[in-house]
Structure formats: C-alpha cells, structure tokens
Antibody, heavy 118, light 107 residues
C-alpha cells in the first residue's frame, strides 16, 4: 500500500524558514517523480513544485521560485521542501504527492499545515 | 498560465441521479486533463487522467470526456460516498493548474 506521510509543518513568522519532509513507503520511491501541492484554508489546490526520479530536474511555480527548494533522498525514501523567506500567502496545507507519468498526482499524503503569521 | 474554469461551483443532486461537471481550458491542452475528488476532511484522490482513463480502484460510474477545450466528468448514478469537492487539473504545461472546484452535495 502506498503511504506518504508529511511532517514539519507549524507556525512560523514571516521571513523565516521551514523544512517539510515526506516519508514514502509501499512503492519503489526512486522510480517515481514527486511533487508538493498546497491548499490554502477553504481554497482550492495549487501545484508548488515537482522533482524527477533522480532529483536532477526540478520544477516550480513562479511564486515560490528562488524561495522554495524541492529535493529528495532516494536512500531514505524521503521528499523534502525547504521553504525560505516565508510570506503570509504561503499559509496552506502542503500535500506530498506521487506522480504517475510526469504530470498526474496519483497518490497524496494527509498533508501538513503551514501557518505564516507574526 | 493555463486557466481552468469549472462549472458549476456547487451542485445539489439526488441519489442515483446523473451528475455532470465541466471544466473549460483557456487554451488547447489536448487530453492532458485529470479529475480529482476530495472528500470532507480528506486528501484529494485521483479519479481520471488523460481525459478518459480511470485511476486504479475508481468505480466505473465515473467517466470523462472532451469536446474541444471543454472537459466533462460524469457520475452515472450518484452514491452517498461521491459527496465532496471535484477538481480538474491540466497537465499540458507547467505550472500545472487546477480548476476552482465543484462542491457536490446531496439534495
């Protein structure tokens, strides 16, 4: 059974940093592209970033480029999202997702809430 | 960015009724369209990808279709467990974008 378990969310002040983790199990992690998708409170879904199987290719939405970094450790079956220079508009639940193909989000974690507020 | 416009924003339907949700893409995305279901308090779940392909474990009462840049999700006989919010997503070009969602409720 595919399992994705996010951690690392919490309350953080504007301008500070936070690092999210996603522990994967139930599949061969290194064979799949991975992604982060966020959902602001009572709002819709927004893709944040994706990473290829080996980590050599990364993709970001414009609003997080230069502030967020997606990475992975295939030996530890773990996906990361380093979030720097956080803004109030980054407040959301962040989901880890496994791709099928390059573009579809086939499996999702339960999400971790990030609140950016002073 | 490619804009995805869903309609209606909310929908109330009876059990066993046929339900159709539509998604309009702002430009040609071919068959690069997926549908997700998000039940209350839960994570989204992939229902359909590539416009018409059912994801693993998804009941056959769900189906997808396309007419030009308009995409449709059809539930042939609404069940209680189908209640939730439905999102479309284009996968033609980054940034991958989602529609605003359609909230499906029981009448």
């Amino acid at each position: 059974e595919v399992q994705l378990v996010e951690s690392g969310g919490g309350l953080v002040q504007p301008g500070r940093s936070l690092k999210l983790s996603c522990a994967a199990s139930g599949f061969t992690f290194s064979n799949y592209g991975m992604a982060w998708v966020c959902q602001a409170p009572t709002k819709g879904l927004e893709w944040v970033a994706s990473i290829s199987t080996g980590g050599g290719n990364t993709y970001y939405r414009d609003s997080v480029k230069g502030r967020f970094t997606i990475s992975r450790d295939n030996a530890k079956n773990t996906l990361y999202l380093q979030m720097d220079s956080l803004r109030s508009e980054d407040t959301a639940t962040y989901y880890c997702a496994r791709h099928i193909g390059v573009n579809w989000f086939a499996y999702w974690g339960q999400g971790t809430l990030v609140t950016v507020s002073s | 960015d490619i804009q995805m416009t869903q309609s209606p924003a909310s929908l109330s339907a009876s059990l066993e009724e046929i339900v159709t949700i539509t998604c309009q893409a702002s430009q040609n995305i071919g068959n690069w369209l997926a549908w997700y279901q998000q039940k209350p308090g839960k994570s989204p779940q992939l229902l359909i990808y590539g416009t018409t392909s059912l994801a693993d474990g998804v009941p056959s009462r769900f189906s997808g279709s396309r007419s030009g840049t308009q995409y449709s999700l059809k539930i042939s006989r609404l069940q209680v467990e189908d209640i939730g919010i439905y999102y479309c997503q284009q996968a033609s070009s980054t940034p991958w974008t989602f529609g605003g969602g359609t909230k499906l409720e029981l009448k």
